[in-house]
């Protein structure tokens, strides 16, 4: 049972698990809900499915949020849309443009998982494309904290007479575009931390041996993972002990993002040798090499030679590298990064409190020994109270492998 967005159903569906269902989200012929007087039913209803049609554009919409749009006459669907891909059509627009006539959406409720846009980008203001349309009503599941929004879109229908009504799960709307929030207001990408370990909580053996932990299943879910972010980050360390290529091997997928994930090492002593998986595939896919200021400066020449981009960090200390790398990705307008490990890596990300999201995968296996490796290593904490929190989001079961997603409590 492979779930392959973020598990984001897990916590929609109970909110509307008491709710008739519709026949389809595509458009197509709608049951009107049989209490047409519970308006707010109603409206958490229709923007459930605002929020599961955003989700389509997850790993394609990026560094825009994702967004769904569903609109409403007497009590059924006549249209939907979602943003399927970055620089295109965003959600109102797709859902206006499925009508048969432009005059059907005038005197509709359009549903919105995210407050329309007012400004013109890549694409021309939706807020203006709904008031142009005639609706008579919007109901937004959260404002937009993008500086160009913040309230705008809301003013500009509320200007034009329409009817808004904001906050409709907003929780859900939130928790969706959790990634896109962290990015606008604090200017880092998110940071998925994955692993996965035995039983006992080990990521290697004693010697170091690590492949593989689980099954074919679970690894095709991580492909999935590498398949939708937007960089993947490692150590020095993993780069030595697996040589890995670090891309989405994935096939017959049309869902999937055809912009492979750029891959970022970080290097604060070592640096990758020139017959490296990465560095000779360098030309093809992007790899980008986060050094601190002792690295052999020499052999940056030839790393960039063979294809590799080097962003040279101020500081020698790990976390604080890692916060100014996240900074640099962010200016870059970079979503999502995942951290495929190891031990040290992880440490710097947690010590500079920068893991949003962990993936961890239980393979069913022990290893035992004292000297074998916990997924995070460093110091850690020494009170529990001091320990970062996190809520499960989803569990998932791949054959005899189990994948637990939790989300960071704030």
């Given at each position: 049972m492979a779930a392959v967005s973020f598990g984001f159903q897990e916590w929609i569906d109970p909110s509307m698990s008491d709710l008739p269902k519709p026949e389809s989200t595509d458009g197509g012929p709608q049951r009107p809900l049989e209490n047409e007087n519970a308006v707010n039913e109603k409206d958490q209803h229709f923007m459930g499915m605002a929020i599961h049609l955003a989700q389509k554009g997850?790993?394609?919409?990026?560094?825009?949020?994702?967004?769904?749009?569903?609109?409403?006459?007497?009590g059924q669907v006549i249209a939907t849309g979602y943003h399927q891909k970055f620089g295109g059509p965003h959600a109102e627009v797709e859902a206006l443009r499925s009508l048969e006539s432009p005059a059907q959406a005038s005197g509709v409720t359009a549903y919105v998982s995210l407050e329309p846009c007012c400004h013109h980008g890549k694409t021309p203001p939706c807020a203006q494309a709904l008031v142009d349309?005639?609706?008579?009503?919007?109901v937004v599941a959260m404002a937009d904290p993008f500086p160009k929004v913040a309230g705008g879109g809301l003013d500009l229908l509320r200007s034009a007479g329409i009817e808004t009504t904001v906050g409709v799960m907003q929780e859900?709307?939130?928790m969706l575009n959790a990634p896109?929030?962290?990015?606008?207001?604090?200017?880092?990408?998110?940071?998925?931390?994955?692993w996965a370990m035995t039983m006992d909580g080990r990521i290697a053996t004693a010697s170091g041996q690590s492949q593989w932990i689980t099954g074919d299943q679970a690894r095709q879910e991580v492909h999935r993972l590498r398949a939708r972010v937007d960089g993947i980050a490692v150590g020095m360390g993993t780069v030595v002990a697996d040589d890995p290529m670090l891309t989405a091997r994935l096939t017959n997928d049309p869902s999937l993002s055809s912009q492979p994930a750029g891959r970022f090492v970080f290097c604060r002593h070592r640096l990758p040798a020139l017959?490296?998986?990465?560095?000779?595939?360098?030309?093809?896919i992007p790899v980008t090499l986060c050094?601190?200021?002792?690295v052999e400066h020499a052999r940056l020449a030839q790393l960039e030679q063979a294809g590799v981009h080097v962003i040279a960090l101020h500081s020698q200390e790990s976390s604080e590298m890692v916060s100014e790398m996240l900074h640099r990705l962010g200016q870059k307008q970079m979503t999502n990064l995942m951290l495929e490990g190891g031990a040290e890596l992880l440490a710097s990300f947690f010590s500079a409190d920068q893991?949003?999201?962990?993936?961890?995968y239980l393979g069913p296996k022990l290893f035992?020994?004292?000297?074998?490796?916990?997924?995070?290593?460093?110091r850690g904490i020494e009170q529990i109270a001091d320990a970062l929190k996190f809520r499960l989001i989803s569990l998932d079961a791949f054959g005899n492998d189990f994948r637990a997603t939790y989300r960071r409590v704030i």
């Open positions: 997850l790993g394609a919409v990026e560094p825009n949020p994702m967004v769904g749009c569903v609109l409403v006459r007497d349309a005639g609706v008579s009503r919007v859900e709307a939130e896109y929030l962290k990015l606008v207001r604090d200017g880092r990408p998110w940071v998925i931390a994955k017959e490296s998986k990465l560095v000779r595939s360098a030309s093809d050094v601190g200021p002792e893991i949003d999201e962990c993936h961890v035992g020994g004292e000297s074998a490796k916990g997924p995070i290593g460093g």
